[in-house]
């Protein structure tokens, strides 16, 4: 069970407790707790419980429930919580825009039990006659409903790949003389999936799937056409029928007979990949292994699990050149944003870390928030004194397409800017982005020399890669970026190269493929 896991279930507890007006100090004991082990950086499974009260906010009354938790995966308390409340209840408690105080409300007053009742009754215009509600609270719990019940059968591709890898392991050794392999969406690696499908040549011995939440599907097909079918129940519609499918004997030959060249699995949308294969290959798109070094990343300077050296050591030893940190400006007040006085100070150990890790480098980076006027938010002599910039929007985003996307092109525009950060803010399942014009932002960023972040942590993904197209067009460097506030948030950088090959991305257009020497010329330092 990781931290988070075992944070989730302390965050919940207080959620519920303030839910039920419970003493208000216990509360924060468990809300306090939820957080920092949601911070902190060593596995608590692999502890000795004797130094769980180490972690600060873990009093001494909750060590027991820890250990509970991982004997048992259970928590015995928050089960008591949860017999007092409604499913429906529970469930309205990650409604976004609200909190348990409203959520009592909601429940107390209005005697609504469940999200879809609160859909109704904001449809009715109910929830603006209560205390604490306006029109805009209002829609914005409309907006928060009616995006979760979309999502709510949907899963993200990187919460299932071990699923995926695992389901795939136990079929083939239950059956080692057949074959099995991921078809339909999941086979593209789309970004978020409804169900998880594999063709099988065999339909004995298949794995127990009893306790796996996601829909999965098996599809018997022919030992001897097995790659073609595979093939036809992976491709969306919008690709086959650019196809002229008769008697091929091999994916290959499909793709030849309409003169480009091969076209990847995860390329198989239906969105302009084949006006990608009359230009390039398969062996020019982006793979990990290309990735020469690793930018926009946090330390405990700002809001990271791990310290600034640690992080470094680790990219060193894995064999990349550079690494670029990038904590939260002074306005992300929230994540420990840096003052000028901190941004000294890691410049100072950044220069020391540099002396002993030459020739690996640390680059003096930051993620300047943009500011509703699209300005950075440091004074011009502390944005020249960092090597490069990461420009990115964490705050007011309830913008419209106009107004968003003139503040970044501003931001964009502003000298110092080197990447252009997670633009349209999206959390995948979660939050959709605010609206802004791809192609002005995109055009701004090629007038500037500016390249644009895919942000690879696997919520974020953003930019899409369907625009990634329209960046290769024009000439814009993608940088696949971790966003890693721990060490181990190094390793969605696969994520970010996955979600970049749905686009076509080639090596010689991602920004951090280029070598230390290049991507130092590239910057002009």
């Known amino acids: 069970m990781e ?9 919940l507890c207080g959620q519920l ?12 004991s468990y809300t306090n707790a939820a957080f920092q082990i949601s911070k902190f950086p060593d596995p608590l499974e692999e502890m000795d419980p004797d130094y769980y009260g180490s972690i600060p906010g873990v009093g001494k009354s909750l060590i027991p429930q820890i250990e509970d938790l991982l004997d048992t995966g259970r928590l015995p308390y928050l089960e008591e919580w949860i017999e007092k409340t409604p499913k429906g209840v529970i469930e309205m408690l990650g409604i976004k825009g609200i909190g348990p105080s409203k959520v009592r409300v909601i429940w107390k ?11 109704y009754a904001c449809n009715e215009n109910r929830l603006i006659d209560y205390k604490g509600f306006g029109e805009k609270t209002q829609a914005q719990v409309k907006a928060s409903i009616e995006f979760m019940m979309e999502n709510q059968h949907r899963v993200l591709y990187a919460s299932v790949e071990k699923l995926t890898n695992s389901i795939i392991d136990a079929y083939q050794n239950a059956n080692p003389s057949e074959r099995i392999a991921p078809i ?11 169900k998880l499908e594999f063709a099988v040549t065999s339909d004995q011995n298949l794995p127990d799937i009893s306790e796996v939440k996601s829909e999965v599907e098996f599809q018997r097909v022919d030992k001897d056409r097995f790659e073609l079918e595979c093939f036809q129940r992976s491709a969306t519609e919008e690709h086959i029928s650019s196809l002229q499918l008769n008697g091929e004997t091999s994916v290959s030959q499909i793709y030849e007979k309409v003169g480009v060249n091969f076209i990847p699995m995860e390329m198989r949308e239906g969105h302009e990949e084949f006006e990608w294969a009359k230009k390039y290959s398969k062996e020019e798109l982006i793979q990990t292994a290309d990735l020469k070094g690793c930018l926009h990343n946090h330390s405990t300077y700002s809001d990271g699990i791990h310290t600034l050296e640690a992080m470094a050591r680790h990219l060193k030893d894995s064999g990349l050149e550079y690494f670029g940190i990038c904590d939260h400006s002074q306005t992300a007040v929230y994540a420990g944003g840096l003052t000028t006085g901190d941004v000294m100070l890691q410049h100072e150990e950044i220069e020391q870390i540099n002396a002993e890790l030459a020739p690996f480098k640390v680059f003096k980076g930051i993620e300047s928030d943009i500011l509703t006027n699209g300005d950075l938010d440091y004074e011009e002599d502390v944005l020249k004194s960092f090597d490069f910039v990461v420009a990115s929007v964490h705050s007011a985003m309830k913008m419209d397409e106009s107004t968003a996307t003139d503040r970044l092109i501003k931001a964009v525009e502003n000298p110092y800017t080197k990447i252009l950060g997670h633009p349209t803010g999206r959390l995948l399942l979660s939050r959709p982005g605010y609206p802004i014009d791809h192609k002005k932002v995109i055009d701004a960023c090629v007038a500037n020399g500016v390249s644009v972040e895919l942000n690879a942590n696997p919520m974020r993904l953003d930019i899409d890669w369907r625009w990634i197209p329209y960046c290769m067009d024009k000439g814009v460097m993608v940088s696949i970026n971790p966003d890693a506030h721990r060490i181990e948030g190094f390793d969605h950088m696969r994520f970010g190269v996955m979600a970049a090959r749905k686009g076509g991305l080639i090596k010689a257009l991602c920004l951090n493929a280029l070598s230390l020497d290049e991507i130092t010329n590239h910057w002009g330092l």
């Open 3 to 11: 931290n988070k896991e075992i944070a989730s279930f302390f965050k």
């Open 17 to 28: 407790m303030e839910l039920h007006e419970e003493n208000k100090f216990k509360v924060r």
């Open 109 to 119: 007053d209005m005697g609504i039990e469940s999200p879809g009742e609160l859909l």
């Open 184 to 194: 339909g969406a999941l086979a593209r690696k789309a970004l978020i999936l409804d």
